[in-house]
């Protein structure tokens, strides 16, 4: 999942940079508006975290630009202003979810998730498919009810899945939605971590989860084939 | 007042230049039935007037008055003719016809001529054109007379309206100076309000004035309290952790986290307390309903995943003079705590406080279907975060608040039991 942050303190920026690169999110940092409004509307983005109390063009701005061109990822608003008249402005220019500051970062963190959730169509943080039980919010991944243990990568790989479900993935996609743009991902990768992912959600080759459509990438099922 | 005054005296100069020269045709008019009546021609047809004429300026050289007589074969003309240089040309006018023109044709006279059939004693009828002239100067000279008497008169009028309307403005104005003069001296400091007696149509500008005033002063005196009171809340905790940090047991992270915890707590519960004991004199009514169809949409929004079913019934046009961030915040507490703790269900009620009075203040009722708060503990509920070691905001924190607002207001904070099942909270507002 691919998330943007909008927002003109540095030492608070590098801070949430870090910690949803911690969580496993790929990262764009901006420090102002005009940046911010490039990245939301050129880069395929998954969430987007604005301060709305930004130098040049302000948070609200952005998510109306952001809105008008019909870009429906999440907007969650950061800011220092708690009273309604804000939340309702905010909200009704398009944004989905605000955080005052200052915040815990668990409570921001959760807040994301759900946001996530939600625009994927879950309303539970659990996702179920045949065996597979997906936690988005603690990250735990249950096969059969036992405890399956995955790299970072391979969780963003499978939480990609969960959230798309049915869908035609292509490697491209994934690719800009796990990295972001300080990495340079070897296309090789990917290959490498659906054929360990695999392994791990189907070690008897019975389910088969995750199918190749050659050419085009790949589809993650809902239902047991 | 100045083009009026100018139009005026284009119509009257006009008219009287119309009018003087009606005059000189009828005197020029009278010259020529003088002359025919002394009139006679000769044998050979040339004409014959009497030298002692009733007009003296006719006998009287360069007297600007002239008169002529012509017929085919000779001709007349008055003494006073004598030495002037360039004389009216005459011409025979038909038989039967006047004649009158200005300077602007002839080039120099006014002249009126008529022309008549003079029967001779052996029946032979002649031409004959009797004529009369005068320079135009005179007449331009009368005119230009009349002109400066217009004017300095129109002058003179004009200047006295100007100064009945700069006296009259100059009292309308001297009330509205003293206001002027008065919020000055506030200003500056030397005056609380305004005082003294003003005219009674200044009385709701000052009166309101006033109220302003009042209300500014009293803002300012919170603003300073509530700065006073956040600086004095925060320096202990400050001074705490300060102390701990240069001491040989330095506060864990857990502790230093707790710390800031507390003074952020503080920092919202003065900037809402700030906020609170700010209020505008001068509110607009606030239609309710549609700021209540806002936030239901915001919360519908934020609590997505809960399929929160919100109600809104009521007479749309109910609104109440409150301001719109506090009715806002109000509504919103209430209804934020009925979305967070009832259980997908909210009906939010809007009404006149008392129909029928001319400003009869509003009831909102928002209920939840919850599990609703025993009675009992509102009160508690109400002091909430309000009290000093309250740590964590949560439930109640909102109510509290808006407990605090309305309040402010004059109005009432009531729980009733909800047909929803949950709390059902009814806030009354007075109608100012």
């Known amino acids: 999942m691919r998330v943007l942050v909008v927002e003109d303190e540095t030492e608070l920026r590098e801070l949430l940079g870090r910690a949803l690169k911690k969580e496993g999110f790929a990262v764009d940092l901006c420090a102002d508006g005009t940046d911010g409004l490039f990245y939301a509307t050129e880069y395929p983005i998954d969430l987007a975290i604005v301060d709305l109390g930004l130098p040049g063009q302000s948070g609200m701005d952005i998510v109306r630009a952001v809105r008008k061109r019909e870009r429906k990822f999440p907007i969650l608003i950061l800011t220092a202003r708690s009273d309604w008249q804000d939340k309702v402005q905010a909200l009704e220019m398009g944004a989905d979810d605000y955080v005052t500051k200052p915040f815990r970062l668990e409570e921001l963190m959760a807040r994301v998730h759900a946001l996530l959730r939600r625009s994927a169509g879950h309303a539970a943080p659990e996702v179920s498919f045949g065996p597979l039980t997906v936690n988005l919010s603690s990250q735990i991944v249950l096969l059969d009810g036992q405890t399956l243990e995955l790299t970072s990568f391979e969780y963003r790989v499978l939480e990609y899945f969960a959230l798309h479900p049915d869908q035609v993935v292509s490697k491209m996609e994934l690719n800009e939605h796990l990295y972001d743009e300080d990495a340079d991902p070897d296309s090789n990768v990917i290959e490498v971590i659906i054929g360990r992912l695999r392994r791990k959600l189907d070690p008897e080759g019975s389910w088969q989860p995750i199918e190749t459509l050659r050419g085009r990438g790949y589809r993650f099922r809902s239902q047991p084939a | ?432």
């Open chain 2, 1 to 432: 007042m100045v083009l009026a005054l100018s139009l005026i005296a284009l119509a009257v100069d006009r008219g009287f230049t119309g009018a003087a020269e009606n005059a000189l045709k009828e005197r020029l008019e009278s010259v020529v039935f003088l002359i025919l009546s002394t009139i006679d021609l000769d044998e050979n047809g040339v004409p014959v007037v009497a030298e002692t004429l009733a007009e003296p300026r006719l006998v009287q050289p360069g007297s600007g008055l002239h008169a002529g007589a012509m017929t085919p074969t000779g001709e007349w003309t008055s003494l006073s003719l004598v030495g002037v240089f360039r004389p009216p040309r005459a011409r025979l006018v038909e038989r039967g016809s006047t004649l009158f023109r200005g300077p602007e044709i002839d080039g120099t006279w006014y002249v009126y001529a008529i022309g008549l059939g003079w029967e001779q004693p052996d029946g032979e009828i002649v031409d004959l054109t009797i004529w009369a002239a005068e320079d135009p100067d005179r007449f331009q000279a009368t005119i230009a007379g009349f002109r400066k008497d217009l004017w300095r008169w129109l002058g003179l009028a004009a200047m006295l309206v100007i100064l009945a309307q700069v006296a009259i403005m100059a009292m309308l104005l001297k009330p509205l100076r003293k206001v002027a003069f008065d919020v000055a001296e506030i200003e500056a400091g030397r005056r609380d309000a305004l005082s003294g007696s003003y005219p009674r149509e200044l009385q709701p500008l000052t009166v309101n004035l006033n109220a302003l005033l009042a209300t500014e002063r009293d803002n300012a005196r919170h603003y300073r309290q509530a700065l006073a009171d956040l600086a004095h809340a925060l320096k202990t905790p400050v001074a705490v952790i300060r102390a701990r940090l240069d001491s040989d047991q330095p506060p864990t992270t857990k502790e230093l986290g707790e710390a800031l915890d507390d003074m952020d707590h503080l920092i919202r519960r003065q900037l809402e307390r700030a906020a609170r004991s700010t209020r505008r004199t001068l509110n607009q009514p606030i239609a309710v309903i549609p700021l209540v169809r806002r936030l239901a949409d915001s919360l519908m929004r934020l609590y997505a995943d809960r399929n929160l079913d919100v109600s809104i019934s009521g007479e749309e046009g109910v609104s109440v003079r409150v301001d719109a961030r506090d009715l806002m915040e109000l509504c919103g507490n209430l209804m934020d705590n009925a979305a967070k703790y009832g259980n997908g269900r909210m009906h939010v009620f809007v009404e006149y406080g008392e129909p029928g009075s001319r400003e009869p203040g509003v009831l909102i009722t928002i209920a939840d279907n919850g599990p609703g708060i025993p009675p009992e503990r509102f009160g508690d509920l109400l002091q909430r975060g309000v009290r000093d070691d309250e740590r964590r905001e949560g439930q109640g924190l909102g109510l509290a608040i808006s407990q605090q607002l309305v309040e402010a207001y004059g109005g009432r904070l009531e729980l009733h039991r909800s047909d929803l099942g949950g709390a059902a909270l009814r806030i009354s507002l007075p109608p100012r």
